[in-house]
């Protein structure tokens, strides 16, 4: 196994680090355009699994904004983001390399949601929580979305799509 052919996983769970659900909306919304991963993803090969991963990636993207919402290092948030980049992280790693992206993706989750937490902080102190959300948004669903693109491939038409 050669480590850049986990870089992807490895990016996507940085991706979990801010935003926990936006690994698997990324994936859902390359399964609804006829993208397919190298590893195994049959959790989003479902069409009612993958609008509800697209409904949780938005439904965050607007929690996150809320006065109450808590930070991303609580326990359920790190579970969340264990989750998702490993799911994320096995299905963008080379078919046979799942495990290994998977504990790569949720290895690099969880110490990142720290880091990520601590630059959001600085960011709310500065421009405050709404504004540094959006503009922590717009980067972390442009990376998730590169990130997805770059470890997919295209399959022939929309076949099975839905």
Same mark, same amino acid.
């Given at each position: 196994?050669?480590?850049?052919?986990?870089?992807?996983?490895?990016?996507?769970?940085?991706?979990?680090?801010a935003r926990s659900m936006?690994?698997?909306?990324?994936?859902?919304?390359?399964?609804?355009?006829?993208?397919?991963?190298?590893?195994?993803?049959?959790?989003?090969?479902?069409?009612?699994?993958?609008?509800?991963?697209?409904?949780?990636?938005?439904?965050?993207?607007?929690?996150?904004?809320?006065?109450?919402?808590?930070?991303?290092?609580?326990?359920?948030?790190?579970? *969340?983001?264990?989750?998702? +980049? %490993?799911? &994320?992280?096995? !299905?963008?790693?080379? /078919?046979?390399?799942?495990?290994?992206?998977? #504990?790569?993706a949720a290895a690099t989750?969880?110490p990142l949601a720290y880091?990520?937490?601590?630059?959001?902080?600085?960011?709310?102190?500065?421009?405050?929580?709404?504004?540094?959300?959006?503009?922590?948004? *717009?980067?972390?669903?442009? +990376? %998730?979305? &590169?990130?997805? !693109?770059?470890?997919? /491939?295209?399959?022939?038409?929309?076949?099975? #799509?839905?």
């Open positions: 196994m050669k480590m850049h052919s986990l870089l992807s996983s490895a990016l996507i769970g940085a991706v979990a680090s936006t690994p698997m909306a990324s994936l859902a919304a390359a399964r609804l355009v006829g993208r397919r991963t190298t590893g195994t993803l049959f959790l989003l090969d479902r069409p009612l699994l993958k609008f509800a991963a697209l409904a949780m990636g938005v439904g965050e993207l607007f929690g996150d904004k809320m006065k109450t919402a808590p930070d991303r290092t609580v326990f359920p948030g790190l579970l *969340a983001r264990v989750m998702s +980049a %490993g799911i &994320a992280g096995a !299905a963008l790693a080379p /078919r046979g390399e799942e495990k290994a992206g998977a #504990a790569l989750a969880v880091s990520t937490l601590a630059v959001r902080k600085r960011a709310m102190a500065r421009m405050g929580q709404t504004r540094s959300g959006l503009i922590e948004d *717009a980067l972390i669903v442009a +990376a %998730g979305a &590169a990130i997805v !693109a770059m470890g997919t /491939r295209k399959t022939h038409g929309f076949a099975g #799509a839905l």
